[in-house]
C-alpha cells in the first residue's frame, strides 16, 4: 500500500489518493459451482443424457396440454348440432293418425333400443360420451315429392334420456333424482312411479316446433349420452301413407360439456 505525503490541507485542489485493494480472485483448482435444480442432494452435476431422458418423459404429457389449450382457443364454438332423421316404417298403412308407444317396459338398467347415442360410431355404451342438450326440434317431412294431408294438433315426440350402464350396445332410463308422492284425488289416477313415469323423459311439440332447454350458469340443459324413443303421436288433416313420414331432427348440445360421467 502506498503512503500519502506532502500535502497541504489547505489546498482547494487536493484530492485524496485512491487507494487500490486489488481483486479477490479464486485459484484454478477451485471448483466453479453451478445450480444444480434437477438434482436436490444429488452429489454432482446431472449429465447430458440424462437432462435428455427427464425431457424425453415430460415431453408427451406437455404435448397433450398444448393441444388441449389450442383446441381449446381455436374452438369459436361451443354450441354444435347434432342432425338426424326418422322414418315410421312399422306401419305402410294409410291413415290420418300414428300413435306408437317405445321402450316402454325396459327397466332400469336395461339397455333401450330406437334412439340415438352421442361420442361413438359402434354400438358400445362404455364408450359413449355424456354432453348436455340445449335444444331440440322436429319437423315432419314426406319422403315423396308430392302433396300430403297437413300436420294436426297435438304431434308430438317423446324421448328417455339415456344415462350408461354397465354393459350393452345402447343406454338406459335415468331414474328421476328426488321423491314424488302423487295425488289422485278428484281424478282417475295420477301416477309418478314405475319404469315409465318413475324416470326422466321429455317431449317436443313437432307442429309448433322447437323447444328450448336453457343453459346458463346455474342451469345446464339436460345431461345425457343419448336420447331413445319414448312415444310418437301424430294427427293428419286426412290420411296419409304412414311408412312414408319423415321427422327431421336436430338437437343442439354443449360442446364443452363431454365426459363420462352423469
Known sequence: MRKITNYNIDDEFYQPTQIDLGTAEKEDTQPIETPRPLAKGFDGLPKFNELQEAQKKNMPKAMRSQVAFQQKKLQYSN??????????????????????????????????????????STADVSKAKYYNIVYINIRYADAKDTASPFLHSPSFVEFYPMQKIPTGDFGGKIPKQIEAD?????????????????????????????????????????????????????????ATTISDIRLNIEIGYDLRTEGNNY
Request: proline fraction near 0%.
Open 182 to 238: 302423487a295425488n289422485s284425488t278428484g281424478i282417475l289416477a295420477w301416477n309418478s312411479e314405475g319404469v315409465e313415469y318413475g324416470v326422466q323423459s321429455f317431449g317436443v311439440d313437432v307442429y309448433n316446433e322447437n323447444a328450448y332447454y336453457t343453459q346458463s350458469k346455474d342451469l345446464k340443459g339436460i345431461r345425457c349420452i343419448g336420447i331413445a324413443l319414448k312415444r310418437v303421436q301424430l294427427n293428419f288433416s286426412g
Open 79 to 120: 354450441y354444435q348440432i347434432i342432425n338426424s332423421n326418422v322414418s315410421l316404417t312399422d306401419s305402410a298403412t294409410s291413415q290420418s293418425y300414428y300413435y306408437a308407444n317405445y321402450n316402454q317396459a325396459i327397466a332400469v338398467g336395461t339397455q333401450l333400443d330406437a334412439g340415438l347415442m352421442f361420442g361413438t
